[in-house]
């Protein structure tokens, strides 16, 4: 069962959440999953949806957009229990280094969190380890969250033209 929160539609509820928000018990979560990249495919989860006129020259893909629904796992096989999607857009956003502006959302629909997302927004330096991320928010047991997530290539096929990722999420939220 998720964390408690507000499960009603109406905006009086939720009004009377936030009033109360600053009496409310703040935890702290560390969160480890696993993102599945297909990146072709007949069963592909990321899409490229624009480029700029210079992108099939830019040593940095400047200018490409993709659209991600990737799918979360609790481990790096791809047969490991189903935690939810990463959702959003990710923009190659450098001129001279491979890094991403990305807007991504970790929807959770098992686990101790389903039913709700977390949102990170940042640059992504892709070849670099540990790269760094702020948690902007969420929703559900996340809401009115804040904290940063680390990710890792954990790995990567070039033939399937498959990633794995890693992130470790540091999330603080109300309870």
């Not at 600053?22 to 007949?42: N, P, S, T």
């Not at 794995?164 to 540091?170: H, P, S």
Request: proline share 4%; hydrophobic share 35%.
């Amino acid at each position: 069962m998720p964390r408690a929160y507000v499960t009603a539609h109406s905006p009086e509820s939720k009004e009377a959440w936030f009033r109360n928000l600053c009496h409310g018990k703040e935890k702290v979560a560390r969160l480890r999953f696993y993102i599945q990249d297909a990146l072709g495919g007949l069963n592909s989860t990321v899409w490229d949806v624009a480029s700029s006129n210079i992108t099939s020259i830019s040593p940095s893909s400047f200018g490409r957009v993709r659209v991600i629904d990737d799918v979360i796992t609790a481990g790096p096989d791809r047969n490991s229990m189903k935690l939810g999607r990463a959702q959003g857009l990710i923009t190659f956003a450098d001129l001279q280094e491979p890094a991403l502006a990305m807007n991504i959302n970790f929807y959770f629909n098992a686990g101790e969190y389903s039913g709700s997302s977390l949102c990170i927004l940042g640059r992504n330096s892709i070849l670099n380890e540990n790269r760094e991320l702020p948690v902007v928010g969420g929703t559900g047991a996340f809401r009115m969250s804040r904290g940063y997530s680390i990710s890792n290539t954990y790995s990567h096929d070039p033939v399937a033209n498959y990633d794995i990722l890693e992130y470790i999420v540091y999330v603080t939220y109300v309870e």
